[in-house]
């Protein structure tokens, strides 16, 4: 079993930043494929970035590219996710997932956050 515990969100203005914080717990490895995901009001879980098994690849939405990045603190067990720019648009709960099994995570992973709220005002 591996646990996830995200923070790190808030209330911010249009153009600040913010840095989520994953931190894992219980069977966890730097093998495992770790994503942060979000969803807004009335609409779907969307992807935002990813980090891959190993730590061989990054990848992010279109939304999000070259204002957000992803890493992992192995040592801390921890994945990160800072915000630079920030959007209203970017305002949703942030949740972080984890996938020991596949290289590319997607909404099918099997161990998630509870989420933390972003909320981005104008």
């Known amino acids: 079993q591996v646990q996830l515990v995200e923070s790190g969100g808030g209330m911010v203005q249009a153009g600040d930043s913010l840095r989520l914080s994953c931190a894992a717990s219980?069977?966890?490895?730097?093998?495992?494929?770790m994503g942060w995901f979000r969803q807004a009001p009335g609409k779907e879980r969307e992807f935002v970035a990813q980090?891959?098994?190993?730590?061989?690849?990054?990848y992010y939405a279109d939304s999000v590219k070259g204002r957000f990045t992803i890493s992992r603190d192995n040592a801390k067990s921890t994945v990160y996710l800072q915000m630079n720019s920030l959007k209203p648009e970017d305002t949703a709960v942030y949740y972080c997932?984890?996938?020991?099994?596949?290289?590319?995570?997607?909404?099918?992973?099997?161990?998630w956050g509870q989420g933390t709220q972003v909320t981005v005002s104008s």
């Open positions: 980090i891959t098994r190993g730590n061989i690849n990054t």
């Open positions: 219980g069977r966890t490895s730097s093998s495992y494929a």
């Open positions: 997932a984890a996938d020991p099994s596949r290289v590319i995570i997607t909404t099918t992973a099997p161990y």
